[in-house]
């Protein structure tokens, strides 16, 4: 199989198998999709950095009908456009316990656990992934979050993980060959 059309990184078997069954992606925000610092300025204004293969790759998963969504601790204005952007809607900010809100999601969506996978990367993503179908968590996690961490993606949060979760996604679900296929033929 021609190497264009497979993810760059090593997939374990066990981890396909899980992401396969996964219908909704869940993201944490800071440490995940960026690389976890905050900007202040001096007007108390907040700014994060978004890595934009990210928001590609989660774009391109959406369309072939795996949703995305976020349950971050903070409540940010730059999270509000930036999920504007990207189509994600379901969207939880400010959230200090996680879990229930994604107890409820499951609830309001009629998922199960195993049709879930969390991306986090802190200690208090831990509940929500320890009930996940697929715990994923990034290079630069917590200790702790790596060891119960189905699979840790090869790059750091905010620096292209959001973007291997997404072709993890694609590849497992079956879809990543021919969704490259656009970029190496375009027009046909």
């Avoid at 060891?147 to 840790?152: V, Y």
């Avoid at 959001?162 to 033929?185: F, I, N, P, Q």
Wanted: net charge neutral; proline share 4%; aromatic share 6%.
């Amino acid at each position: 199989m021609d190497a264009a059309l497979t993810p760059a990184f090593e997939i374990p078997a066990r981890v396909r198998e899980l992401a396969a069954r996964v219908k909704l992606v869940l993201f944490d925000v800071d440490g995940v999709l960026t690389d976890a610092r905050l900007i202040i300025g001096d007007d108390g204004q907040e700014y994060k950095a978004f890595n934009s293969k990210d928001g590609h790759g989660i774009k391109m998963m959406q369309s072939h009908g795996i949703a995305a969504g976020i349950i971050t601790g903070r409540n940010s204005k730059v999270v509000e456009h930036r999920v504007r952007d990207l189509d994600i809607r379901h969207v939880y900010q400010g959230c200090r316990d996680k879990h229930p809100v994604y107890r409820k999601l499951l609830d309001e969506l009629k998922l199960k656990p195993g049709e879930t996978a969390f991306v986090g990367d802190d200690v208090v993503d831990l509940p929500i992934m320890l009930e996940a179908g697929l715990a994923i968590t990034v290079a630069d996690a917590h200790p702790l979050v790596r060891r119960h961490a189905h699979w840790i993606t090869p790059s750091a949060g905010g620096h292209g993980a959001g973007r291997e979760v997404c072709e993890l996604m694609l590849y497992a679900h079956g879809v990543y060959a021919t969704e490259m296929k656009k970029y190496l033929s375009p027009g046909k």
